[in-house]
Protein backbone atom coordinates (compact mmCIF):
# COMPACT_ATOMS: atom_id res chain seq x y z
CA UNK A 1 0.00 0.00 0.00
CA UNK A 2 1.50 3.55 -1.11
CA UNK A 3 0.82 6.26 1.14
CA UNK A 4 0.17 9.97 -0.22
CA UNK A 5 -1.00 12.20 2.52
CA UNK A 6 -2.22 14.91 0.14
CA UNK A 7 -5.02 16.86 -1.58
CA UNK A 8 -5.62 14.74 -4.95
CA UNK A 9 -7.49 15.44 -8.11
CA UNK A 10 -11.50 14.80 -7.61
CA UNK A 11 -11.65 11.20 -9.64
CA UNK A 12 -8.22 10.22 -8.42
CA UNK A 13 -9.72 7.38 -5.99
CA UNK A 14 -12.38 6.55 -9.07
CA UNK A 15 -9.20 5.99 -11.03
CA UNK A 16 -7.48 3.92 -8.33
CA UNK A 17 -10.50 1.36 -8.52
CA UNK A 18 -10.58 0.73 -12.01
CA UNK A 19 -7.13 0.06 -11.46
CA UNK A 20 -7.30 -2.12 -8.87
CA UNK A 21 -6.57 -0.25 -5.96
CA UNK A 22 -8.47 0.53 -2.95
CA UNK A 23 -8.35 4.19 -1.87
CA UNK A 24 -8.23 5.16 1.64
CA UNK A 25 -10.11 8.67 1.97
CA UNK A 26 -11.60 11.65 4.32
CA UNK A 27 -13.12 14.37 3.15
CA UNK A 28 -11.60 17.90 4.94
CA UNK A 29 -13.27 20.59 6.64
CA UNK A 30 -12.57 23.88 5.20
CA UNK A 31 -9.27 25.45 7.01
CA UNK A 32 -8.04 22.19 6.31
CA UNK A 33 -8.77 22.25 2.48
CA UNK A 34 -7.28 25.93 2.00
CA UNK A 35 -4.10 24.67 3.90
CA UNK A 36 -3.94 21.75 1.62
CA UNK A 37 -4.44 23.77 -1.29
CA UNK A 38 -1.57 25.82 -0.75
CA UNK A 39 0.68 23.16 -0.44
CA UNK A 40 -0.77 21.81 -3.43
CA UNK A 41 0.30 25.13 -5.44
CA UNK A 42 3.32 25.01 -3.91
CA UNK A 43 3.94 21.49 -4.81
CA UNK A 44 2.58 22.16 -8.53
CA UNK A 45 4.80 25.12 -9.25
CA UNK A 46 7.98 23.44 -7.93
CA UNK A 47 6.93 20.42 -10.61
CA UNK A 48 6.26 23.21 -13.18
CA UNK A 49 9.97 24.67 -12.49
CA UNK A 50 11.50 20.93 -12.83
CA UNK A 51 9.60 20.36 -15.97
CA UNK A 52 8.50 23.36 -17.56
CA UNK A 53 6.15 21.67 -18.89
CA UNK A 54 2.38 22.87 -19.90
CA UNK A 55 0.75 20.13 -18.27
CA UNK A 56 2.05 21.27 -15.25
CA UNK A 57 0.81 25.16 -15.59
CA UNK A 58 -2.68 23.75 -16.62
CA UNK A 59 -2.22 22.19 -12.57
CA UNK A 60 -1.34 25.48 -11.34
CA UNK A 61 -4.46 26.93 -13.04
CA UNK A 62 -6.59 24.06 -11.75
CA UNK A 63 -5.42 25.03 -7.83
CA UNK A 64 -5.52 28.52 -8.26
CA UNK A 65 -8.98 28.64 -9.29
CA UNK A 66 -10.12 26.18 -6.49
CA UNK A 67 -8.76 28.65 -3.98
CA UNK A 68 -10.48 31.18 -5.42
CA UNK A 69 -13.85 29.54 -4.91
CA UNK A 70 -12.50 28.33 -1.71
CA UNK A 71 -12.14 31.53 0.00
CA UNK A 72 -15.67 32.65 -1.55
CA UNK A 73 -14.67 33.93 -4.86
CA UNK A 74 -15.91 33.15 -8.71
CA UNK A 75 -14.13 32.44 -11.58
CA UNK A 76 -15.20 35.48 -13.45
CA UNK A 77 -14.19 37.72 -10.36
CA UNK A 78 -10.83 36.20 -10.83
CA UNK A 79 -10.85 37.18 -14.20
CA UNK A 80 -12.13 40.83 -13.36
CA UNK A 81 -9.75 41.48 -11.03
CA UNK A 82 -7.04 40.13 -13.02
CA UNK A 83 -8.04 41.99 -16.05
CA UNK A 84 -8.12 45.19 -13.64
CA UNK A 85 -4.53 44.74 -13.02
CA UNK A 86 -3.61 44.25 -16.50
CA UNK A 87 -5.20 47.44 -17.84
CA UNK A 88 -3.70 49.08 -14.75
CA UNK A 89 -0.58 47.60 -14.47
CA UNK A 90 0.48 46.23 -17.70
CA UNK A 91 0.88 42.52 -18.46
CA UNK A 92 4.18 40.76 -18.70
CA UNK A 93 4.39 40.49 -22.90
CA UNK A 94 7.00 43.33 -22.91
CA UNK A 95 9.35 41.64 -21.16
CA UNK A 96 10.56 44.28 -19.43
CA UNK A 97 13.13 43.64 -16.71
CA UNK A 98 13.41 46.70 -13.79
CA UNK A 99 17.57 47.47 -12.67
CA UNK A 100 16.51 49.91 -10.70
CA UNK A 101 13.86 52.60 -9.90
CA UNK A 102 15.85 56.48 -9.08
CA UNK A 103 14.28 59.25 -7.45
Known amino acids: MKPYGK ?5 IPELIRQGG ?3 VTETMDDDR ?5 DRKLNEEVA ?3 ESK ?3 ELADILEVV ?3 AVAR ?5 QLAQVKAEKKRERG ?5 IYLIRKEG
Open 7 to 11: LVRDR
Open 21 to 23: GTP
Open 33 to 37: YLAEL
Open 47 to 49: EYQ
Open 53 to 55: ALE
Open 65 to 67: EAI
Open 72 to 76: GATLE
Open 91 to 95: GFAEK
